[in-house]
Nanobody, 130 residues
């Protein structure tokens, strides 16, 4: 059974940094594109970043320039380094995996398309406040 587990959430002040890690098991990791999504209270889930099987990355406009997604196929981990955090970045962050080789993205700089991802972690909370 495919399992994704996120680590690294927490509380941080505006302008600070947080790194998230997602550990995957029971899937042929290198053959999956991977993504990060987030959902704030009262808001819809939104795509943040995606990395495909060749390491090509895409970001939502809100994440571009501040967040970095990376993957380690040997360790079967996915990371999201978030810098220059804003209060609006407060959300539950989820990692996800899709058997698609390329990242499917939404138009208008909205980042990866959640409907393309079959496997999801349970999420880790990131809170940005002063």
């Amino acid at each position: 059974q495919v399992r994704l587990v996120e680590f690294g959430g927490g509380s941080v002040q505006p302008g600070g940094s947080v790194g998230l890690t997602c550990a995957a098991s029971a899937l042929t990791y290198s053959q999956y594109s991977l993504g990060w999504f987030r959902q704030a209270p009262g808001k819809e889930r939104e795509g943040v970043a995606c990395i495909d099987v060749d390491g090509l990355t895409t970001y939502s406009d809100s994440a571009k320039g501040r967040f970095t997604i990376s993957r380690d196929n040997a360790k079967q981990t996915l990371e999201l380094q978030m810098n220059s955090l804003k209060v609006d970045d407060t959300a539950m962050y989820y990692c996800a995996a899709t058997a698609l080789r390329r990242c499917a993205t939404l138009r208008g700089g909205q980042g990866p398309k959640s409907g393309a991802f079959a496997f999801w972690g349970q999420g880790t909370q990131v809170t940005v406040s002063s």
